[in-house]
Nanobody, 125 residues
Framework: QTQLVESGGGVVQAGGSLLLSCVASGGTFSRYGMGWFRQPPGKEREFVAGTAWSSDSADYADSVKGRFTISRENAKNTLYLQMNSLQPEDTAVYYC??????????????????WGQGTQVTVSS
């Protein structure tokens, strides 16, 4: 059973940056595609970014392109999300997720089998 634990959330002013981390345990990390999703207050969970087994392949939601960067260190079983130029609309609970197809960059929740508990990101104006 693969477990995912996110960290790095917090409160930041608009224009600031945060680095989210997600540490995986209980499985072979390099055998998973990985993704970040977020759920803003009162809204549905949405795709943010995804990567295949190698960080060379990645995809982003249009709303975060050019501001967020997803990466992974397979040797450390860790997924990252570098978030720059944060805006109030980025306020959400951020979740990492693991996709059992390592070569796929999943953009749908149903592509992912394992989920973390989430970390809160709040951007103040």
């Amino acid at each position: 059973q693969t477990q995912l634990v996110e960290s790095g959330g917090g409160v930041v002013q608009a224009g600031g940056s945060l680095l989210l981390s997600c540490v995986a345990s209980g499985g072979t990390f390099s055998r998973y595609g990985m993704g970040w999703f977020r759920q803003p207050p009162g809204k549905e969970r949405e795709f943010v970014a995804g990567t295949a087994w190698s960080s060379d392949s990645a995809d982003y939601a249009d709303s975060v392109k050019g501001r967020f960067t997803i990466s992974r260190e397979n040797a450390k079983n860790t997924l990252y999300l570098q978030m720059n130029s944060l805006q109030p609309e980025d306020t959400a609970v951020y979740y990492c997720a693991a996709d059992p197809w390592p070569v796929r960059i999943g953009v749908f929740e149903t592509d992912y089998e394992y989920w973390g508990q989430g970390t809160q990101v709040t951007v103040s104006s």
